[in-house]
């Protein structure tokens, strides 16, 4: 072969290959763009529905924590496997006895509608929190929050519990514009601090679209989502496999076999979550009040409905629950601990003991397969008559607060890695009588030593089961599901479960 001839031979090759790398590109970008296209509306199935226009000092629900999470931002954030990362605040320091704490805000924080975030903003939202909120309460060790100079922010604490930034992490402690508390009552059309903004609420649909002056603008975000109210039981299944949906967080107790994740990983991808919610049986707070469930009882209903669900039971699931806390975590109790405080509770049916039961139950939870296993235990065991007093949504919030009831089948969010917060909820709202007074949670949470901490989470543990101020069943197991076109930190999804500022788009 001549010379010319090699060099032609060169020349086409050459041209073959920018042909080639031309429609390898092209492919690629089609592809991409098949799997995102520019007007995709990401829809999420939201089985934690909110409180619409809730302020997160006055958040109730697992709903309200989810979506005030992507309206609002904190100093800090969750940074997945129980770390704390940087948010509004780049960096903080403290002196050598923790008691004075300094948060340097980012420069040049704005508002979603553009408008400046000033440090005087801030501080006024922090001690709105300061004050005490539904969830966390930080006058009791957090004396004063000031604004010591532009982007400084100055804590003085008396004393520094071992949570403290783990406290400023929660959404209650959110930074919120003054326009949405100036009035009577808190309004979301305020501009917000978060990665999302309200566009509209109607119908049971939520649509947020993206923050474009959120401060983080490093990740490839969801620029527009419509959450969708979900059933929060079986029928959400039907609906994912029959529709097209970008991600959903199941809830608790809503897959039963393995055939359903098997014909869910046919459309979506499927993550698992740490356990999150307990189901529960609870007494009423009236009737135990008025000497009608008095506690051989409850304790009796505490013995012999775990007993007949678990203990008879030789393939014991992992996930049973032995407290209030999940297995592992801060204060929670082992199987030999739980064991031996049930041992010792009484398993002769009181003579007294009533012929007829009432139990409050939602119609969104009275189809799992584990409130069919508490009342049909509560029946075989007690041999009381169980009467089921069904309700839907505010009627069953209405008859709650009444307390015309014996027991209420309950979901309790139990995942906390730090058990003080779910403790102080539920010694006022949830448990017929308080499991520590405020002296022994403050106790405990001040505690720096983990071991004796431990140990005082665990006696409060031990107290309650004792009294049984309630019946622990099982942790629930969240799973997430996800389209191909979205992806999730999975550190993240085990932490919090599906967070849609947590979301990322694929293929960008």
Aim: with cysteine.
């Amino acid at each position: 072969m001549g010379k010319r001839q090699i060099i032609t031979v060169v020349l086409v090759l050459i041209g073959l290959s920018t042909v080639l790398g031309s429609l390898y590109t092209l492919k690629r970008n089609y592809q991409t763009n098949m799997a995102i296209p520019k007007n995709h509306n990401i829809r999420i199935l939201e089985n934690f529905w909110p409180t619409f226009h809730v302020d997160p000092t006055a958040l109730q629900t697992a709903g309200d924590w989810n979506a005030l999470q992507n309206l609002y931002a904190t100093l800090v954030e969750s940074g997945g496997n129980k770390t704390v990362r940087a948010a509004l605040a780049e960096r903080w320091e403290h002196d050598p006895q923790g008691k004075i704490w300094t948060f340097y805000l980012r420069p040049n924080l704005r508002w979603s509608d553009g408008s400046s975030m000033t440090t005087k903003q801030v501080v006024a939202s922090l001690n709105r929190a300061h004050h005490g909120t539904t969830h966390t309460d930080l006058s009791r060790f957090v004396r004063e929050i000031r604004e010591e100079s532009e982007n400084r922010i100055v804590f003085t604490l008396d004393k520094t519990p071992p949570n403290f930034l783990t406290l400023l992490s929660f959404v209650d402690s959110a930074i919120t514009h003054p326009q949405a508390y100036a009035g009577d009552k808190f309004t979301w059309d305020a501009p917000s601090s978060g990665a999302f903004r309200v566009v509209k609420y109607e119908n049971e649909e939520l649509t947020l679209e993206q923050n474009p002056n959120y401060w983080d603008t490093s990740v490839n975000r969801i620029p527009k989502a419509a959450l969708v109210k979900g059933n929060g039981n079986a029928k959400d299944l039907d609906t994912l496999l029959a529709g097209d949906w970008d991600g959903c967080q199941l809830a608790s107790g809503t897959i039963d076999q393995e055939s359903q994740i098997d014909a869910l990983k046919t459309k979506y991808r499927v993550l698992v979550g740490s356990p999150d919610f307990l189901s529960t049986l609870t007494f009423s707070k009236k009737r135990t009040t008025e000497g009608r469930l008095p506690l051989r009882w409850r304790q009796f209903i505490l013995k012999s409905v775990y007993s007949k669900i678990w203990q008879a039971d030789s393939n014991r699931e992992s996930h049973r629950a032995v407290g209030l806390r999940p297995a592992g975590s801060l204060g929670s109790l082992s199987e030999a601990q739980f064991d031996q405080i049930l041992a010792a509770l009484p398993s002769t049916r009181p003579n007294d003991f009533p012929g007829k039961l009432e139990v409050l139950v939602s119609t969104r939870f009275h189809p799992r397969s584990i409130v069919k296993r508490m009342l049909d235990a509560l029946k075989a065991t007690t041999g009381a008559e169980v009467v089921e007093i069904l309700a839907t949504g505010n009627q069953f919030q209405t008859l709650q607060e009444k307390g015309n009831f014996d027991l209420e089948v309950n979901f309790l969010g139990a995942s906390e890695a730090d058990p003080d917060t779910a403790w102080r909820i539920y010694n006022d709202s949830v448990f017929a009588e308080p499991a520590a007074t405020k002296e022994q949670l403050d106790q405990a949470q001040l505690e720096q030593n983990h071991d004796k901490r431990v140990l005082l989470y665990q006696a409060m543990e031990k107290s309650a089961l004792d009294r049984a101020l309630y019946v622990p069943i099982r942790n629930e197991i969240p799973y997430l599901v996800l389209s191909s076109r979205v992806e999730m930190d999975p550190a993240q999804a085990s932490d919090w479960g599906l967070q849609l500022f947590q979301l990322r788009l694929k293929g960008e």
